[in-house]
């Protein structure tokens, strides 16, 4: 069954830490891997995609890594910032008649606090 | 900056009773989905939708549901007769190709069935 398990749940960070996320799949056959940001009550807004030949990609503060082999990715914020407070969901793309179909992690809840 | 936006954002219904979600996809994108996530759980795919019909579905999405495409540019899901268990935040996302493409998601409408 195609899965997504992410980790921590939760995690509390002091504004200006680095952080990382973690996320493992079982998804198959795998298309690609994205980190999206969701706030409160919003839908889930996209940081990074990544296809089975990309090992890391960055967007400002947020680096993605993944290795396709192992089937994790990691998520790795850098000098958090109070904005940074929300859910991070791993979503993997499962190849179904060649149309998206996103697999959703669980999520971490990450807050900054001051 | 294009988006996607959904109505209504809060939806309440009594059960048994049919409810139409709606949503207007980015004007240049082809592919549309629903996702749905019950509150305190992950996001699940519904359904994907390309050249008015559904391209795939997952086993949420039963007889009770169904998309329409009806004036080229709104999306709707339909939900015949609401059930309690159907009170979830609604997504609605669409992305310009299918696969490796950046899905854009919507602000979601919370249906609350009574």
């Known amino acids: 069954k195609n899965q997504v398990e992410q980790s921590p749940q939760s995690l509390i960070i002091l504004e200006g830490k680095n952080c990382t996320l973690q996320?493992?799949?079982?998804?198959?056959?795998?298309?690609?891997l994205r980190w999206y940001k969701q706030d409160t009550g919003r839908g889930p807004v996209s940081l990074t995609i990544?296809?089975?030949?990309?090992n890391t990609k960055s967007n400002g503060r947020y680096t993605a890594t993944l290795d396709a082999d192992t089937k994790q990715s990691s998520l790795h914020i850098t000098a958090s910032q109070l904005s940074d407070s929300a859910s991070y969901i791993c979503?993997?793309?499962?190849?179904?008649?060649?149309?998206?179909?996103?697999?959703f992690g669980t999520g971490t809840r990450l807050l900054v606090s001051p | 900056e294009p988006e996607v936006t959904q109505t209504p954002s809060h939806q309440v219904t009594q059960m048994g009773q049919e409810v139409i979600l709606r949503c207007v996809p980015i004007?240049?994108?082809?592919?549309f989905y629903w996702y749905r996530q019950i509150l305190g759980q992950k996001v699940e795919f519904l359904v994907s939708?390309?050249?008015?019909?559904?391209?795939?579905k997952s086993e949420i999405f039963d007889d009770q549901f169904s998309v329409e495409r009806p004036d080229g540019s709104n999306f709707t899901l339909k939900i015949r007769s609401t059930k309690l268990e159907d009170s979830a935040m609604y997504f609605c996302?669409?992305?310009?190709?299918?696969?490796?493409?950046?899905?854009?998601f919507g602000q979601g409408t919370r249906l609350t069935v009574v």
């Open positions: 996302a669409s992305s310009v190709q299918g696969g490796r493409t950046e899905a854009f």
């Open positions: 996320c493992n799949y079982t998804v198959s056959p795998f298309s690609n």
């Open positions: 990544m296809t089975f030949s990309e």
């Open positions: 979503v993997v793309s499962a190849v179904g008649t060649g149309f998206q179909k996103l697999v």
């Open positions: 004007s240049n994108h082809l592919y």
């Open positions: 939708f390309y050249n008015n019909e559904i391209s795939e």
